[in-house]
């Protein structure tokens, strides 16, 4: 009972003076917005456990250029020189993150980013399906039109839809399907934070979704459009 009387006079007295009152609801405010937002920052970077094999393994690999600042993705003979070296990887996998496109759900379509990933994704990460499976190595290879969706995406656009493996959604030309084999771990969303990825295909896909691709995209050493990622090989540290 005194707590109470002490609340209400302290809520009394609070209301009496709202000149000094706002300033401090203000101050709180702000205080706790800050708290909350840098706890979800430290969440998704530090605590959020990621549904992959030796998260400390993974790297992602970008070039410095000599005299420029930033940083820049690698050209596709970048990515094979690297490959063929004697190097501290036990994996390499190309990925083209600017792609997207619109997934229809009932009556709207859902604009989605389509990540393009190459040969070995999928065992690189260590990802194991919620549902279905992943791209065979003749998918892989020929650029089967195919995609994995997103846990979170299944789930929200499409509700769980258990019956989704085979369904075939228009590709990029609106006219060669793209069928669904797989749903991806709960999850994973990706490996960057800020950065969310609702499904994959395989990489030599892309040229077959209409999409209007520059000369040399896969040959030229002055095409640096894929980010590469990379798997330490045991034992070693960055």
């Not at 609070?14 to 300033?23: E, H, K, S, V």
């Amino acid at each position: 009972s005194n707590l109470l009387l002490e609340l209400r006079q302290a809520l009394r007295s609070l209301l009496r003076a709202p000149g000094f009152t706002l300033p401090i609801v203000i101050v709180l405010g702000l205080g706790l917005g800050a708290n909350v937002a840098l706890y979800a920052i430290l969440q998704a970077v530090l605590f959020r456990p990621l549904p992959v094999a030796a998260r400390s393994e993974l790297v992602t690999l970008r070039i410095e250029k000599k005299g420029e600042r930033g940083l820049d993705n690698l050209s596709m003979p970048q990515v094979e020189d690297l490959k063929a070296s004697v190097s501290p990887f036990a994996g390499l996998v190309p990925i083209v993150m600017d792609s997207d496109s619109t997934l229809p759900a009932g009556d709207r379509k859902i604009p989605i980013r389509v990540p393009m990933v190459g040969a070995g994704w999928q065992s690189l990460l260590g990802l194991r399906m919620s549902l279905g499976r992943g791209f065979t190595a003749e998918e892989e290879a020929e650029g089967g039109l195919v995609m994995i969706l997103s846990h979170r995406l299944w789930k929200t656009a499409l509700h769980g839809d258990p019956t989704v493996l085979g369904r075939a959604f228009p590709g990029g030309n609106q006219k060669q399907p793209v069928t669904v084999v797989g749903v991806g771990p709960e999850g994973f969303d990706g490996l960057e934070v800020g950065r969310r990825e609702d499904c994959w295909m395989p990489l030599k896909a892309i040229s077959k979704l209409g999409a209007t691709l520059p000369p040399g995209f896969l040959t030229s050493r002055e095409m640096p459009v894929f980010q590469l990622l990379g798997r330490m090989k045991p034992g070693l540290s960055l």
